[in-house]
């Protein structure tokens, strides 16, 4: 049986139920994960309380990736949470296409101030480990990129792009629910426009 205690509250009168210490060892009852904000130089928008990652594939609610960027500093993809993200899933490799990474580089300059955020995401080099942040900060310079490129530390890339095909572009809704996986960039404004207004 479910008990509460009642707290009176003085101003005003109200009263607020909160559990007791047995009910959380009643089954069923879970307390909600607590998020933790990670301290970085990047937008940061708290999620709701009790957001629940649901998957990774259209509709679904993202996992909270947590990544390393090319400050060294944690990010955390719910950080975002508020925004359209548009992530880029890509490897070291590719960044001999830098004009390319300028121009979705300035997609975030240009919808930043609506609610939008890019982020790149770089996996493994090879199959041993992720780059590290001297790779990422070399990269991010070479190409004179302003947002965050981020290691992926808890490789989820092969969740993102199961078959390898660099880039793959993902954009994420305000609520963190995947609305579309591997767009093709000529699609993206518009599909970036039509998030923005909603």
Same mark, same amino acid.
């Given at each position: ?6 707290? $009176? ?5 109200s009263?607020?139920?909160t559990? &007791? ?8 009852f ?13 937008p $940061? ?10 998957g ?16 060294? @500093?944690?990010?955390?993809?719910w950080?975002?949470?508020g925004?359209?993200v $548009?992530i ?7 960044g001999?296409? +830098?004009?390319r ?9 240009r ?16 199959? &041993? ?9 070399q990269?991010?310079?070479?190409? +004179? ?6 290691a @992926?530390?808890e490789?989820?890339? /092969?969740?993102? /792009?199961?078959? &390898? /095909?660099?880039?793959?572009? #993902?954009? #994420?809704?305000?609520?963190?629910r ?6 093709l ?7 970036? +426009? ?5």
């Open positions: 049986m479910v008990t509460f205690l009642p707290i $009176l509250l003085t101003a005003g009168c009263i607020v139920l559990p &007791s210490a047995e009910d959380t060892a009643v089954p069923g879970a307390p909600c994960p607590l998020w933790s904000a990670p301290y970085n130089r990047w $940061l928008q708290p999620p709701p309380d009790c957001l629940v990652a649901t990774y594939t259209t509709g679904h609610v993202t996992p909270d990736m947590s990544m390393t960027d090319q400050f060294g @500093d944690r990010v955390s993809l950080q975002f949470y925004d359209v $548009l880029e899933v890509t490897d070291t490799w590719s001999h296409l +830098g004009g990474w300028t121009a979705l580089d300035d997609i975030q300059s919808y930043g101030d609506r609610g939008f955020q890019f982020l790149t995401l770089i996996v493994a080099g090879d199959v &041993s480990s992720p780059p590290d942040v001297d790779d990422l900060r990269w991010a310079s070479a190409l +004179g990129v302003r947002t965050p490129v981020l @992926d530390d490789r989820h890339g /092969a969740e993102l /792009a199961p078959n &390898s /095909a660099y880039p793959t572009h #993902i954009l #994420i809704d305000r609520r963190m995947f609305r579309s996986i591997g767009v960039e000529e699609n993206l404004e518009v599909a970036l +426009g039509s998030m923005l207004n909603e």
